[in-house]
């Protein structure tokens, strides 16, 4: 449950990247000589303003979002506009500097986003440890342990995938096909690269329920139901919670499993909540030959070095996910719903983490993870080159590069207010998910 405390912490969390964001901008500005208007953080009509060196300094009314103001340039976004009688053939003006310079300025923003997460996620680990891709012991009976793979031994790369981080390892699971062959590269504690492929193994045949279910704060969801054990209404069905089996609460897994491999063939009494009414229904354990799992386990390190270098690659590996999640909503394998969010799907994600936690130093713990892992998606967002974002600029001051003259500003017009338009959209369609995941609809 969502608590206040939860909700402050993850409007200031994104309020604060975003701020972090614009000031990347802004020092990049100011270091290279380029005339500033205003540094303004959030956004709509503003409370209190300063003004220092010819720069209005405000805080305004709708605690989201940052922006810089440049001395000829307009804003699409919050229809401001800049002073009429400057001087269009100032060099300080934003449009009359150099298109290199232009570039850093805005490339500073998502760059800033970037190099925050590599500094929160490299403190962070030298606090709590890290886990490395270093074969630790594996999972009994699994088919590294039938392996040549050994403790002690880095994995390189799953499946044609660069291996860095835990999050890594997480994507090759997520896309791996269950009937295709894992691909494993590693290097050997003497420095020697090998490459091995592991087939698909199964258990002998033993009595199951045959259900997948998912496990979120005591309650058990059942997700999938094998073939073979589903009844329809007369077992048990995906998206029944259930609760019990034969009065054995189903949080106490040695007693359930102890219970399922006596009755074979035996009518046990589950109890769920289906529809939100709680149901009971007779099911049968069945023998299932059960897939082995690959059983990769991996070591725990507190060493400076290894915190450090995963960062470094922690945040890298945060882009190649969103990649990857991105590769499957075009091809369909995953929804909108479940991979798009805003700034309330955000910051009710922030309040879920934070009221997870069970002690301080899981609250900050968690905070700082959900603020590496928001400055990268922040900066990662801002690099699409999509109107107005800096990628769109980016591109913009790319091809004028190449052609070596501006394009038309009729044409930059145009993209931006077209490009407002669909980004206004975007963002309130994105409202809509995140309000449609809040309310339940």
Known sequence: MTTVFGVLAGVLILGFIMVLHELGHFLAARALGFKIEQFSIFMGPVLFERVKNGIRYNIKAIPIGASVSFAGEDSVIEGETSDPEFDREDPSLFMNKPRWQRAIVVAMGPLVNFLTALIVFSILFCFTGVVIPVVDQPVSGSMIEQSEIEPGDRIVAINGSRIHTTLDIGITYMVHDEDSPWTITYKNPEGELKTTV??????????????????????????????????????????????????????????????????????????????????????????????????????????????????????????????????????????????????????????????????????????????????????????????????????????????????????KQVTSIAGAVVFLALGAFVLWLDLSRLLGW
């Open 198 to 411: 592991l087939e698909p193994q199964f258990d002998a045949p033993r009595p199951m329920l045959g259900i997948i279910y998912q496990e979120d704060r005591g309650t058990f969801t059942i997700v999938e139901v094998d073939s073979a054990a589903y009844r329809e209404e007369q077992g048990l069905m995906p998206g029944d919670q259930i609760i019990a089996l034969e009065g054995i609460p189903f949080e106490d897994h040695a007693r359930i499993q102890a219970l399922i491999a006596r009755s074979e063939g035996v009518k046990l009494t589950a109890e769920v909540i289906r529809d939100g009414k709680r149901t009971r229904l007779d099911v049968s354990p069945l023998l299932i030959s059960a897939r082995k799992p690959l059983g990769l386990t991996f070591t725990y390190s507190k060493r400076v070095g290894d915190a450090l270098s995963q960062g470094f690659h922690y945040p890298m590996a945060i882009i190649r996910s969103t990649f990857r999640a991105l590769g499957m909503l075009f091809t369909g394998k995953i929804g909108v719903k479940d991979s798009l969010a805003g700034p309330v799907g955000i910051v009710t994600v922030v309040a879920d983490t934070v009221a997870r936690g069970k002690t301080f130093f899981e609250v900050i713990t968690d905070v700082l993870t959900m603020f590496g892992i928001l400055s990268v998606a922040v900066g990662f967002t801002n690099m699409l080159p999509i109107p107005p974002l800096d990628g769109h600029h980016l591109l913009i001051l790319a091809v004028e590069g190449i052609r070596r003259k501006s394009l038309s500003e009729k044409f």
